[in-house]
């Protein structure tokens, strides 16, 4: 359909950098390139119109539940938008007045909730599962995320449309040159594994370091990523393994390219992802990849990375070894890899994201 007016829920970019945050940044960009004729208005945090620059902005109400929940979707309604899209994965509780498309990113929380600080009662027991069941299209960003989707709220599988990530251009292989500049400005050592990820329970770093430690003639690990909730413990253990561990807490996202280049492997040991950007980024840019055998991550990576048992540290040795030791094994994989990124891209999610919002506006009414 031509001409639509898409009101848009962007509190994703309070943390731009974040997952929910980029997703929304750059599947916007994409969405506005694609169908250049249809209109944005965004609402969001105070400063984040600078990532959404192809969009009107407008803030979102500060009160959590007054604010967010009967304010803001009056004023949606006083807008007569064509259709809402939640990139962040919900709606408000109160009526919006326009068919609705939801991403659905993961839903860990609902797997293993002591992945997670505390506990979120209004959001887990009331705002998602109202949205995922009122929304008239769901957007999963993955197979294994639309089946839990499915499973864990009983949502008709008719009602879910599998939309993967992209991966930006910026991730690409990169010349000697560049990643001589970018090894000195960094303090990068000259071999070395990597983990980019937030740095909490689910993402299993710590299986990662015990077979790390296990390693013969290891490089160092470089961890890229700042300390989540429930770190404590691995706090303390990382502090104890020494100077051949490196934690890169705040890097500049435009330096993440280089990163990956410049790693013999990247290890993405995690539990549990509803995607798993790192890995598909690494991909991107020529380095092979280990991935855990959990969630989204074989689905993502498929064979042009090694899949290890999540909480196995001598599967995960044994892994890094070869890949470390073989150099014929670790040119297969990058060739596989890049071939395997190619696939992804945020022009063809924005396709796919239409065509759920064309779904969503042929409702015979809003939900």
Same mark, same amino acid.
């Given at each position: 359909?031509?001409?639509?007016?898409?009101?848009?829920?962007?509190?994703?970019?309070?943390?731009?950098?974040?997952?929910?945050?980029?997703?929304?940044?750059?599947?916007l960009h994409a969405m506005a390139v694609d169908r250049p004729d249809?209109?944005?208005?965004?609402f969001g945090p105070p400063g984040g119109f600078v990532h959404v620059p192809d969009a009107a902005y407008r803030l979102l109400p500060r009160m959590r539940l007054v604010g967010r929940h009967v304010q803001w979707p009056a004023e949606i309604r006083r807008l007569h938008p064509d259709v809402y899209f939640g990139p962040a994965g919900a709606l408000p509780l109160g009526r919006v007045g326009c068919p609705s498309v939801?991403?659905?990113?993961?839903?860990?929380?609902?797997?293993?909730?002591?992945?997670?600080?505390?506990?979120?009662?209004?959001?887990?027991? &009331? #705002? %998602?599962?109202? +949205?995922v069941l009122r929304a008239d299209v769901v957007?999963?960003?993955?197979?294994?995320?639309?089946?839990?989707?499915?499973?864990?709220?009983?949502?008709?599988?008719?009602?879910?449309?599998?939309?993967?990530?992209g991966v930006s251009?910026?991730?690409?292989?990169m010349g000697a040159e560049e990643l001589a500049d970018a090894r000195a400005r960094l303090g990068l050592p000259e071999r070395f594994i990597l983990f980019v990820g937030t740095v909490e329970p689910r993402k299993n770093l710590e299986t990662l370091l015990?077979?790390?430690?296990?390693?013969?003639?290891?490089?160092? &690990? #470089? %961890?890229?990523? +700042?300390?989540?909730?429930?770190?404590?413990a691995i706090r303390e253990k990382m502090a104890r393994l020494g100077p051949r561990l490196h934690h890169l807490e705040s890097v500049d996202p435009d330096e993440l390219p280089a990163i990956y280049n410049l790693a013999r492997v990247l290890a993405h040991p995690a539990w549990y992802?509803?995607?798993?950007?790192?890995p598909l980024e690494a991909m991107a840019c020529g380095t092979p990849v280990v991935v855990s055998d959990r969630s989204s991550l074989p689905e993502v990576v498929q064979d042009a990375g090694i899949v290890v048992s999540a909480g196995e540290p001598d599967a995960w040795r044994k892994?890094?070894?070869?890949?470390?030791?073989?150099?014929?094994?670790?040119?297969?994989?990058?060739?596989?890899?890049?071939?395997r990124a190619a696939q992804f891209s945020w022009e063809r999610s924005a396709r796919l994201t239409w065509r759920a919002v064309d779904d969503a506006t042929k409702r015979p009414a809003p939900r």
């Open positions: 359909m031509n001409n639509l007016r898409v009101v848009v829920d962007g509190s994703g970019l309070e943390r731009p950098r974040a997952g929910v945050g980029v997703y929304t940044t750059q599947i249809c209109r944005f208005t965004v939801i991403t659905v990113h993961d839903l860990a929380i609902y797997r293993n909730p002591r992945w997670f600080p505390g506990r979120q009662p209004l959001s887990t027991r &009331l #705002v %998602v599962p109202r +949205s957007i999963a960003v993955s197979e294994n995320t639309a089946t839990d989707v499915a499973e864990i709220f009983g949502l008709d599988r008719a009602r879910i449309q599998v939309v993967p990530h251009p910026k991730f690409r292989p015990d077979g790390w430690v296990l390693m013969r003639d290891r490089p160092d &690990l #470089v %961890v890229v990523g +700042s300390w989540g909730w429930l770190y404590e992802e509803g995607f798993g950007l790192p892994a890094l070894e070869r890949v470390v030791g073989d150099t014929q094994l670790a040119a297969d994989l990058r060739h596989r890899g890049i071939l």
